[in-house]
């Protein structure tokens, strides 16, 4: 008689599909390759060179997954130890900088003892926190980290802009205060993901006063544009389901992604996912080719739901940054109106 488990095990048909929450997995999502997102060879040469640089993106396009990709990348070339962690449960701590510290830099020694094994990192990050004040602590455990590593160290930080107030502030100071003893006594580099580039952070301290990020990470090299798909990626996505399942993205419903998303990764996925995987008549019948048709029913169901990025670009017009370019865009004032540095942002 068979297990229990496996019986379950029997019952079960995994089908990959399009993912639009969180990194891909590559056994069950449909993906663009990561690393073939951006210019590979322009990062290497950074990372050959040292520097510090920033990638950014809007959310659900692709960062988390880049970013991983490129740390299994480096690692397992053998000329580097890189490591990611997001620090976004930094966020609360706001102004409370020994709090931030902590959270901050446990996480990244977690992450590093994912990487090499064991748990050598956290115990040492335990003891820098008991010694070190919370404005050096950070920096003091990342130079340990890089005497210890025997290469070169690579540090990717995600969701760094989602911090605020004095956790972020120190943060920024102490990356850059290390930021000359690289690479034997601090990583080699440091990138720096999230939505926006480091100098649009406007971060409050105490007092009122506002204090840009420019000028606290003045020692980035670069700022990096994770970019939208291209046709040609979205054809190729869209042909994995038609591989795997044998439905067919007729012609013109490719052309209608391509328009209503130009090529914006999470819409493409959000409007392939909603045929594939909500449509019952598609699901079920998967003989059913998806026609121009039924990409706009999919289009008409995302926006009548206001799933949450559709919803959040209502919050966005409240910023002030936004509203000076699209306020003179709805009123037909011409380009003459608006501020470069809103329009940039």
């Known amino acids: 008689m068979r297990p229990h488990g496996d019986i379950i095990g029997a019952m079960i048909k995994v089908e990959r599909h399009f993912n639009t929450a969180g990194p891909i997995k590559y056994d069950l999502h449909y993906y663009v390759p990561p690393l073939k997102r951006f210019d590979l060879d322009e990062v290497m040469q950074l990372l050959g060179?040292?520097?510090?640089?920033?990638?950014?993106?809007?959310?659900?396009?692709?960062?988390?997954?880049?970013?991983?990709?490129?740390?299994?990348?480096?690692?397992?070339?053998?000329?580097y130890l890189a490591v990611y962690r997001n620090i976004e449960n930094a966020q609360t701590t706001r102004d409370d900088v020994e709090s931030g510290a902590h959270v901050i830099c446990q996480g990244i020694a977690s992450a590093i003892d994912d990487v090499v094994g064991g748990k050598e990192y956290f115990t040492l990050a335990k003891s820098i926190l008991s010694e070190c004040e919370p404005e050096t602590a950070i920096e003091e455990f990342l130079s340990q980290w890089a005497q210890k590593a025997g290469k070169p160290t690579v540090l990717f930080l995600d969701e760094v802009d989602s911090l605020a107030g004095g956790t972020l502030v120190t943060l920024l100071r102490q990356l850059r205060a290390g930021y000359q003893k690289r690479p034997k006594g601090f990583p080699s580099s440091i990138v720096l993901c999230g939505l926006r580039d480091v100098r649009d952070y406007r971060i409050n301290i105490p007092g009122g006063d506002i204090i840009l990020g420019g000028s606290c990470f003045n020692i980035r090299a670069e700022s990096l544009r994770l970019g939208d798909?291209?046709?040609?990626?979205?054809?190729?996505?869209?042909?994995?389901?038609?591989?795997?399942?044998?439905?067919?993205?007729?012609?013109?419903?490719?052309?209608?992604?391509?328009?209503?998303?130009?090529?914006?990764?999470?819409?493409?996925?959000a409007l392939a996912f909603e045929v594939t995987r909500k449509f019952k008549d598609y699901w079920k019948d998967r003989t059913k080719?998806?026609?121009?048709?039924?990409?706009?029913?999919?289009?008409?169901?995302?926006?009548?739901?206001?799933?949450?990025?559709?919803?959040?670009?209502?919050?966005?017009?409240?910023?002030?940054?936004?509203?000076?370019?699209?306020?003179?865009?709805?009123?037909?004032?011409?380009?003459?109106?608006?501020?470069?540095?809103?329009?940039?942002?």
């Open 229 to 269: 798909f291209t046709f040609d990626e979205v054809k190729a996505l869209l042909a994995e389901h038609t591989k795997t399942t044998e439905q067919v993205f007729e012609s013109a419903a490719v052309d209608k992604v391509w328009h209503l998303s130009q090529g914006q990764p999470w819409l493409v996925n």
């Open 49 to 79: 060179d040292q520097k510090y640089f920033v990638l950014h993106a809007p959310r659900q396009t692709g960062k988390t997954t880049c970013m991983l990709a490129l740390r299994d990348h480096l690692n397992e070339s053998g000329d």
């Open 289 to 345: 080719p998806i026609t121009e048709l039924t990409i706009d029913r999919a289009k008409e169901a995302i926006v009548g739901r206001r799933d949450t990025h559709i919803d959040q670009l209502a919050d966005k017009l409240r910023e002030e940054r936004v509203r000076a370019v699209v306020e003179p865009m709805l009123a037909c004032k011409g380009w003459q109106e608006f501020n470069e540095d809103s329009l940039q942002y």
